[in-house]
């Protein structure tokens, strides 16, 4: 049985930073890739950085190149992602999703992802 649960979130100040952290339960955690998405009001779900669990690749988008850090740790099948300098564009809802497909490269197309997390909130405001 897959779950993935998301924690960490909170409002902060802009140029502040957040752990957020997503606790893996079940097959999502093996040799596949698991990834953060973020949902501001009225937009789109756009994925941040992504892990490929085999080896620990990361995988980032241009606009998050530099800020978001993408980890993982075995021990305690978890994903982190770390946010730093944060900006009020990054306020939205982050969520922590699996793709159970046999692939190495691990990509941003939310459809590709097969379970989800519930979501843990960043608002980011002075």
């Known amino acids: 049985h897959v779950q993935l649960a998301e924690s960490g979130g909170g409002s902060v100040q802009p140029g502040g930073a957040l752990r957020l952290t997503c606790k893996i339960s079940?097959?999502?955690?093996?040799?596949?890739?698991v990834a953060w998405f973020r949902q501001a009001p009225g937009k789109e779900r756009e994925g941040v950085a992504a892990?490929?669990?085999?080896?620990?690749?990361?995988y980032y988008p241009d606009s998050t190149k530099g800020r978001f850090t993408i980890t993982q740790d075995n021990d305690k099948s978890t994903v982190y992602l770390q946010i730093d300098s944060l900006k009020s564009e990054d306020t939205g809802m982050y969520y922590c999703?699996?793709?159970?497909?046999?692939?190495?490269?691990?990509?941003?197309?939310?459809?590709?992802?097969?379970?989800w997390g519930q979501g843990t909130q960043v608002t980011v405001s002075s």
């Open positions: 999703a699996a793709d159970l497909g046999l692939r190495r490269i691990c990509g941003f197309g939310a459809t590709t992802y097969d379970y």
């Open positions: 892990i490929y669990i085999g080896v620990g690749s990361p």
């Open positions: 079940g097959r999502a955690y093996a040799d596949n890739c």
